[in-house]
């Protein structure tokens, strides 16, 4: 079987420029819509496990990704980004919700809905990248398993056909094939995470959803992955989503951000609109608190008080009220609704119109 | 580089841990001084020997690792008021004296915070021992001076907090009283080590703004380590910059950041991405991988990943930490020729 593996599956739409690229060179046709996800861990107490409430980690959730885009999740620890992004892989059986995606054949599938036969064939179009490099591979696996296992799963059961897509695939992410034979603890944490990375591909997935990538990486390894990231996504026009919580990180590989608080998105757009001009005061609280790599350039200036509440018990109305310097007696009463305010700026601030708020850059 | 005495002046230190497989030259002749009041950064890759350095310092290196050579001078006051320098090196790891030192004049924030509070006690319980240890005080006076800390750094419900055990606290909240233990003996040093890897930013600025603020009202100096370029540039007044086992660059804050030296320094800061520069393009890399500390590159610990590198030079013999200029110190042959003796 003939590899078009180098070559982009799909065609139109993403003209990219490498170099000078920026926002939209993507195609406006959106490879997953989510409408209203929602995912509920039920609390059980006493000796009959019984359901005494819900941790509401994803909460009606509403956001799509483009072909060929990159959307970045961001929020703080315990908002829900992995749940959510676990149920867009259906790891997780959402509460609710659609999880419409469009199949490489082109016809529009809700995910949500599917028995997991009915996903099987799904699957190889859509994979992972995990955080922890050294957590996530198997060691007693050699690279050539941990690379080909997805593929033969998939119906690659010719091994010589398998040992060449594997030695492609290496070289692709930059490591080389003669590694096959080598177990996991014989790489450093950037190449684990290439291995990774690999294993994803190793089936042509179209989405790819990278949770926390690069956060236990070193700088400088850091940003060979990213790099590789950007050049894989250019050949394979892949789509992806990028869970992270380094905002300089997620300005550089992003499209579109989208934030999470409490469950809920709070805001969604354009990266570099999304930086300059937030909407919503979590948004501006978030920028306000990256620490800028230039001594000259003093951050920190809006201190974010307060804890982030518990997603078992959150506040009334607009969740991020109790901690929100602008809130007034409708943000406790009311929760607003994720509107779109100008195009493709979504936010869910009752103030949103009145309120200018600075970001950076 | 300062008229006055360091508080600290660490001189040529090497640790080494003493494995089956070889010796792993952890800390191998690293030289700094840390003056009264100022946020002293330390920045480098994993593994670089950073926190070695620093319990090096506190003595608290585990076997097989061990102090090899250096000297570590600590200045400080006798009981009747006359000013001291002591070199802690010298000291018997678990003497009275260096008993008294650690906690209480030289405070760790540890980079595991499940490491710095035993679950079995409450967080309030293990504060009022450890002022008690160095404090000649009641156990209810210390009870209060724990209260007191925990309204300092900003914990709510301080009364409630401190008879919560550590794992009921969350990671800010958490953090948050490993600041507040660490100070309850209002050391003069305090040496955070990663004190904002594991929360979310948010909490990292409040963190960072905390220990400012402490710095500031105490005028005590701060050791801050970190990998984060961006923490740095906030946090430090003056910065290190080490890279397997030695210091490769040291120099005030605005000097490394906007004039950096060290082809490595140089390397790090083009590598990360900023929020000022164009997305989406390729970020220059390091060549290579950081190698692993048994198999360290002879010469300059760099050049294999160095793209300046002096065939015949750097690759044979290591280059000293040597002034150039006024203000900033570097370990390289593009800028001078003093070499570490063999
Ligand atoms: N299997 C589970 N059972 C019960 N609660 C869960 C489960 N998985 C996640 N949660 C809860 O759901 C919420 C969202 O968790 P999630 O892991 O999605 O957050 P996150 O945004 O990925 O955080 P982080 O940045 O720390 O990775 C948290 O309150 C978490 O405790
Ligand atoms: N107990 C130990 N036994 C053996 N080797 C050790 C021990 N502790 C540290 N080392 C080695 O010493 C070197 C320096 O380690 P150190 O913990 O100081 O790094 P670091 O700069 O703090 O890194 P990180 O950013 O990952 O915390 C590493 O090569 C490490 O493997
Ligand atoms: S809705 Fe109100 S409380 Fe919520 S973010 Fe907007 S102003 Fe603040
Ligand atoms: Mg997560
Ligand atoms: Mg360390």
């Keep these: ?200 591909l190793s089936v042509n997935p179209r989405l790819v959803v990278a949770d926390e990538p690069v956060s236990a990486l070193d700088v400088s390894v850091q940003a060979q992955i990213l790099n590789l990231m950007l050049d894989l996504q250019k050949r394979l026009n892949l789509t992806y989503l990028f869970v992270a919580h380094n905002l300089s990180v997620v300005r550089h590989i992003c499209d579109r951000v989208a934030v999470m608080y409490v469950g809920k998105l709070v805001e969604m757009a354009n990266t570099l609109e999304l930086y300059a001009a937030p909407k919503h005061p979590y948004t501006a609280a978030l920028m306000s608190a990256v620490p800028v790599a230039d001594p000259r350039i003093k951050t920190g200036n809006v201190e974010l008080k307060g804890e982030v509440p518990s997603p078992a018990n959150p506040p009334s109305g607009c969740y991020f009220h109790p901690r929100c310097e602008f809130a007034v007696e409708v943000c406790r009463k009311d929760a607003p609704v994720f509107r779109e305010i100008t195009p493709n700026h979504f936010v869910a601030c009752h103030r949103a119109d009145e309120l200018r708020l600075p970001g950076i850059a | 580089m300062n008229n006055e005495t360091p508080l600290l002046s660490v001189r040529d230190l090497k640790t080494y841990f003493m494995m089956d497989e070889g010796v792993v030259k952890a800390v191998d002749g690293v030289t700094f001084d840390v003056y009264a009041g100022q946020i002293f950064g330390i920045v480098g890759e994993s593994g670089c020997g950073k926190s070695v350095t620093m319990k090096a310092v506190l003595r608290i290196v585990e076997p097989p690792g061990k102090i090899v050579s250096g000297q570590i001078l600590l200045k400080r006051k006798t009981a009747n008021g006359e000013e001291q320098v002591i070199d802690l090196a010298q000291l018997n790891a678990n003497s009275k004296a260096m008993r008294d030192i650690r906690g209480a004049e030289i405070a760790l924030i540890p980079q595991e915070p499940m490491a710095a509070f035993s679950p079995v006690h409450t967080v309030g319980d293990q504060i009022v021992e450890a002022i008690l240890l160095h404090q000649n005080v009641s156990r209810r006076e210390a009870r209060t001076i724990a209260l007191q800390m925990f309204k300092d750094v900003g914990i709510p419900m301080p009364e409630q907090r401190l008879d919560e055990y550590s794992w009921q606290l969350s990671g800010g909240l958490r953090q948050r009283a490993i600041i507040a233990m660490a100070l309850s003996c209002n050391p003069r040093l305090l040496i955070a080590d990663e004190p904002t890897t594991a929360v979310d930013v948010t909490t990292q600025a409040q963190v960072l703004r905390l220990l400012r603020r402490l710095q500031e009202q105490r005028h005590a100096a701060i050791i801050f380590i970190t990998h984060d370029l961006g923490v740095i540039a906030q946090m430090a007044s003056y910065v290190m910059v080490m890279y397997l086992g030695l210091v490769m660059e040291q120099g005030p804050v605005d000097e490394i950041f906007h004039a950096p030296k060290h082809p490595y320094t140089q390397a790090l800061l083009r590598s990360i991405p900023t929020i000022t520069m164009t997305p989406r393009v390729n970020l220059p890399t390091i060549s290579g991988s950081i190698p692993h500390p048994f198999n360290k590159p002879r010469g300059c610990p760099f050049h294999p990943r160095c793209e300046k590198f002096i065939a015949g030079k750097c690759d044979t013999r290591i280059p000293a930490l040597q002034p150039i200029g006024e203000k900033q110190w570097v370990s390289c042959f593009l800028y001078h020729d003093g070499e570490v003796a063999a």
């Design chain 1, 1 to 200: 079987m003939g590899q078009l593996f180098l070559v982009p599956r799909w065609g139109g739409g993403r003209v990219t420029n490498h170099q000078t690229s920026q926002p939209s060179n993507y195609s406006t046709i959106k490879l997953l819509e989510v409408k209203n996800l929602k995912k509920y861990f039920p609390i059980r107490k006493g000796f009959f496990r019984k359901t005494v409430g819900n941790v509401r980690a994803v909460d009606d959730v509403s956001f799509f990704i483009n072909e060929g885009e990159t959307l970045g999740l961001v929020g703080e620890s315990g908002c829900g980004k992995t749940t959510a992004s676990r149920c867009i892989l259906r790891a997780h059986a959402p509460t609710a919700g659609e999880l419409l995606f469009r199949t490489k054949e082109g016809s529009l599938v809700d995910l949500a809905k599917l028995t997991r036969a009915q996903l099987r064939p799904l699957r190889s179009q859509m994979q992972m990248i995990f955080q922890d490099p050294y957590g996530s591979l198997n060691p007693r696996m050699t690279l050539f398993d941990i690379v080909g296992e997805p593929m033969y799963v998939n119906g690659v059961k010719d091994r010589k056909e398998r040992v060449e897509r594997v030695a492609e695939l290496l070289r692709l992410v930059g490591l080389r094939p003669e590694y096959m034979q080598r177990y996991p603890h014989a790489f450093s944490g950037g190449q684990r995470q290439r291995i990774g990375i690999a294993r994803a």
